[in-house]
Each structure stands twice: as structure tokens, then as C-alpha cells.
T-cell receptor, first 110, second 118 residues
Framework: SQQGEEDPQALSIQEGENATMNCSYKTSINNLQWYRQNSGRGLVHLILIRSNEREKHSGRLRVTLDTSKKSSSLLITASRAADTASYFCAPNSGYSTLTFGKGTMLLVSP | GAVVSQHPSWVICKSGTSVKIECRSLDFQATTMFWYRQFPKQSLMLMATSNEGSKATYEQGVEKDKFLINHASLTLSTLTVTSAHPEDSSFYIC??????????????FGPGTRLLVL
């Protein structure tokens, strides 16, 4: 399995603003997944985008995938304080295991 | 659907004792379960992958005799930390996947178990 690298490491915004975080990976993938982890809790699966998809939406989340650049982005629109969490991407090359990077810590201030 | 529970959520034990952590898939059958460990302000590190009815596959550097994994049924996997030491204090998270090894897509994560070894 390969590890995604999230950028930035930390992001601080005000409620109502949009938050964008990026993920880069090294080898070809079957799909890429984004997860959220609230402090001291397990991960929550947010969205999966397949290698033949370029964009996917889920509520206030928008994920893009550029396989030519081996990168993905997660956009959270109209952020809320409850969105404060760490966000991880997991590029999946078809193996059973997922490897997580250090994530992006998002802080949304009221 | 796809809820994974862990028990206990918190455990404090003395050095040298063994601790068992349970991971259950509540509303689906989990062919594959994964155990992760997360130290403060660090990412999750995969410890091992277990398939129901077979031996777990451990990641490099993880002692299989210290971290015993049993995946006895399609809804339950247990992780036993044997002879725990303070350096084993960590946040242990399990996840479960419906499918078998290759091409499984989504893992569902438990809420984690925080272990503190005194």
C-alpha cells in the first residue's frame, strides 16, 4: 500500500469560509479515500473517488482527483466549528491495507 | 449501516499485565479487520491485518507474540497486548472491511481504545 501526503499540515479558518486540503501520492491507484478524525476518536469515512472519476460531491464536500498529477483535493464549503478535525487521504492501489499520512489539522473558529 | 464498535473505550493497567481489546462489526460481516495504533499527534500506523479464520499478517516491526490477534468470527476480532509496558500506551483503533483482501474499498473504523499502562 502507499501513503498519501496531505498538505497543508494545519489550516485555521473562520466559520463560513471554505477549507481546501490537498493530497499527493506516488503510484497509480484504483481509488482514493478521504477520512476525518475528531480528536481522540476513530476515523470516519467521508468519500471515495475512483480513478476514472474527476470530481465527486457529498453534501458540503467536494473532492477532485487528477491522476496525471497524482493528486487529490478536498474542499469543505461553508465550514462549521464541528468540522474541526484532522483529515487524511488514503490512496488505494487495490491492496487490502490503507496507509495514512500525517493528515491536515483543520481548525474552524466560530 | 456499517458500524464498528470497540470495547473498552478506555483502559488503565499496571505494567506487566495483559489487556484485551475487542472490535465488533455490528451490522455487517467483516471478512477483514485491521488494527492500528496512533501515538499523540501522529498518524495511524497499521499493526496487522486479520482475515476471519486465519492467522493475522503483521506489519514490519510489530511483535506478533506481544500483540496477539484473534479473528474468530466474521463480526469479532480481538487484540491482546501481552505483558504491557508504559511504551505500549497508545490509542488503538480497529477497522473492518466487508470484502476479502484485494480490492476492498472502504474500511469502517471503530471509535478507538485508549490504553494507559502505568
Amino acid at each position: 500500500s502507499q501513503q498519501g501526503e496531505e498538505d497543508p499540515q494545519a489550516l485555521s479558518i473562520q466559520e463560513g469560509e471554505n477549507a481546501t486540503m490537498n493530497c499527493s501520492y506516488k503510484t497509480s491507484i484504483n481509488n482514493l479515500q478521504w477520512y476525518r478524525q475528531n480528536s481522540g476518536r476513530g476515523l470516519v469515512h467521508l468519500i471515495l473517488i475512483r480513478s476514472n472519476e474527476r470530481e465527486k460531491h457529498s453534501g458540503r464536500l467536494r473532492v477532485t482527483l487528477d491522476t496525471s498529477k497524482k493528486s487529490s483535493s478536498l474542499l469543505i464549503t461553508a465550514s462549521r466549528a464541528a468540522d474541526t478535525a484532522s483529515y487524511f487521504c488514503a490512496p488505494n492501489s487495490g491492496y487490502s491495507t490503507l496507509t495514512f499520512g500525517k493528515g491536515t489539522m483543520l481548525l474552524v473558529s466560530p | 449501516g456499517a458500524v464498528v464498535s470497540q470495547h473498552p473505550s478506555w483502559v488503565i493497567c499496571k505494567s506487566g499485565t495483559s489487556v484485551k481489546i475487542e472490535c465488533r462489526s455490528l451490522d455487517f460481516q467483516a471478512t477483514t479487520m485491521f488494527w492500528y495504533r496512533q501515538f499523540p499527534k501522529q498518524s495511524l500506523m497499521l499493526m496487522a491485518t486479520s482475515n476471519e479464520g486465519s492467522k493475522a499478517t503483521y506489519e514490519q516491526g510489530v511483535e506478533k507474540d506481544k500483540f496477539l490477534i484473534n479473528h474468530a468470527s466474521l463480526t469479532l476480532s480481538t487484540l491482546t497486548v501481552t505483558s504491557a509496558h508504559p511504551e505500549d500506551s497508545s490509542f488503538y483503533i480497529c477497522s473492518a472491511a466487508r470484502g476479502p483482501s484485494v480490492n476492498q474499498e472502504t474500511q469502517y473504523f471503530g471509535p478507538g481504545t485508549r490504553l494507559l499502562v502505568l
